[in-house]
């Protein structure tokens, strides 16, 4: 299905959140295409998995499920393309195995968190946090840091489903290091200015939020 309609993957999304809407996907397929003309990666695998890459409505598994979905939806296409593609969606998950082994899967891992950072990434971190009921700020950085220490990553598996797990919270455990876990030189570059405004913005949310400003 090199052919597949927008119209017809529009429609699969309709049920989505905000920060995992199609206009995320659009995004992500954007910065995918652009990734792949860049490194050299075969374009329509990255075109095709990125517009699928979110498909499934459950979040937990969801690469897996819309890999599997993907796998179905295509059934027409040859079986190495779909292979490539689904190979892709499986691998978009940068906190989850398994590593993007291909160029291509390495371009959409990249364009996810690339849409994952800069003004976007604040953007989709208060939607998030707004859905929930979150609080919009508790503790300035450097207090945060001490408060979640060294293990991140189970930091966030214990408490981001917590009202008291703020956008400050998600940027300390998952969103600053982004920038550094990029797997092509194309999103390395383009991290960079993006991780910088996104650092400014929560330095000035700090700021802000404790009267200094
Ligand atoms: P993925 O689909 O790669 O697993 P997630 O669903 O974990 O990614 O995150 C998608 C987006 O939502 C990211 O921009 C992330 O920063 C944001 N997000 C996820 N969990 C939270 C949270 N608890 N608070 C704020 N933002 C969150
Ligand atoms: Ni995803």
């Not at 052919?3 to 995320?24: G, K, M, P, Q």
């Not at 690469?63 to 179905?72: C, E, I, W």
């Not at 998030?128 to 001490?146: H, K, M, N, T, V």
């Amino acid at each position: 299905m090199s052919t597949i309609a927008l119209d017809f993957v529009r429609s699969l999304y309709e049920n989505a959140d905000a920060a995992h809407a199609f206009d995320h996907v659009l995004r992500v397929t954007r910065l995918a295409v652009h990734l792949a003309k860049a490194e050299g990666a075969d374009v329509e695998i990255v075109r095709v998995a990125a517009l699928l890459h979110d498909v499934a409505d459950s979040r937990r598994d969801h690469h897996l499920a819309s890999a599997r979905m993907a796998r179905d939806l295509l059934d027409d296409a040859p079986a190495t393309f779909v292979d490539a593609v689904v190979h892709c969606i499986e691998a978009h998950r940068f906190s989850q195995p398994p590593e993007p082994a291909t160029l291509e899967a390495q371009c959409l891992n990249d364009a996810d968190k690339l849409d994952a950072i800069g003004a976007v990434g604040v953007a989709r971190a208060f939607a998030f946090a707004g859905a929930r009921g979150s609080r919009l700020w508790a503790y300035p950085l450097p207090e945060l840091d001490q408060r979640i220490g060294l293990d991140r990553e189970a930091y966030r598996r214990a408490h981001g489903g917590s009202q008291d797990y703020t956008p400050s919270h998600e940027l300390l455990c998952k969103l600053a290091g982004l920038a550094d876990s990029m797997y092509t030189a194309t999103a390395r570059q383009l991290a960079r200015e993006r991780h910088a405004f996104m650092m400014a913005f929560f330095r000035r949310l700090d700021e802000e939020a404790q009267g200094l400003r």
